[in-house]
């Protein structure tokens, strides 16, 4: 992940120009960890954004309140009824 890259998402995401400025700062000359760098985020009081926090998608694992009825197959040989 290059410098631009982290300042780019971060300005899309509305961090101020202070704290991204701060936050390349510490990590000038380092290796960019999306995983530290949200943690400074969340220091910072802003949400996390290079990574993804696959708990907070548990509304998503049951499909008992699928809104999605069965469908009743039809039948592979007419039936006539009187």
Do not use: C
Not at 24 to 33: D, I, P, Q, R, T
């Amino acid at each position: 992940m290059n410098v631009s890259d982290v300042v780019f998402e971060m300005e899309l995401s509305g961090v101020d120009a202070a704290d991204i400025a701060d936050i390349v700062k510490l990590y000038e000359g380092k290796v960019m960890n999306s995983a530290a760098i949200d943690e400074e985020l969340l220091k910072r009081g802003y949400p996390k954004i290079f990574t993804i926090d696959y708990d907070a998608y548990d509304e998503y694992d049951s499909w008992e309140d699928d809104e999605y009825s069965s469908i009743e197959k039809f039948p592979h040989k007419q039936q006539y009824s009187d």
